[in-house]
């Protein structure tokens, strides 16, 4: 059973909340900062980073968008997700991504499928995003992560 989560828009209210999340040491390699990710979504519009909230508490951090440059119509990104460490392990992760996917496939009707990129030895990423029906592309992006997609039936079958 998913946790009760809302993904509100980064705004004044809980900027500070999110720029202070935190993944575990040994993730670190696969996720840029919260920083990172809001300075990408100030030079880039096409990107819409949201708080993962629990109540008031800000738990996790996520970002998506269309990047309309990539094939005909372009392609829709799941982007970032993360979970605070203090709040991993706890089903956040789970409900966060079943909630962006939703909202991608209701923002984006005309998109046949999300896509995300990872590296390979994020294993429990990986064994999230299979979980939920992603699957390898066979593609890798510019930083040499894998690509995955699913399909938009999946997510609203989710």
């Known amino acids: 059973m998913d946790r009760e989560i809302a993904l509100r828009p980064v705004d004044e209210h809980n900027r500070a909340q999110v720029l202070a999340l935190r993944v575990e040491k040994s993730q670190q390699n696969f996720i840029e900062t919260t920083a990172r990710c809001l300075q990408e979504a100030a030079e880039l519009a096409l990107w819409r980073p949201l708080a993962v909230c629990a109540g008031e508490t800000v738990v996790g951090f996520c970002m998506y968008g269309l990047w309309e440059k990539e094939g005909p119509g372009g392609r829709l990104w799941m982007d970032r997700l ?3 460490q203090r709040y991993q392990g706890r089903g956040y992760g789970r409900a966060a991504l079943r909630a962006v996917l939703r909202r991608m496939a209701d923002e984006y009707p005309r998109h046949r499928h ?7 030895d994020n294993t429990a990423a990986t064994a999230l995003y299979q979980s939920l ?12 992560e ?3 997609r ?3 039936a ?4 989710l």
Do not use: C, N, P, W
């Not at 999300?114 to 390979?120: A, G, N, T």
């Not at 999946?154 to 079958?157: D, E, G, I, N, R």
């Open 133 to 144: 029906g992603f699957v390898f592309t066979g593609e890798r992006d510019h930083k040499g």
């Open 82 to 84: 993360l979970i605070d």
């Open 114 to 120: 999300i896509y995300l990129s990872l590296y390979r």
């Open 154 to 157: 999946q997510v609203l079958a």
């Open 146 to 148: 894998f690509l995955m």
């Open 150 to 152: 699913i399909d938009r």
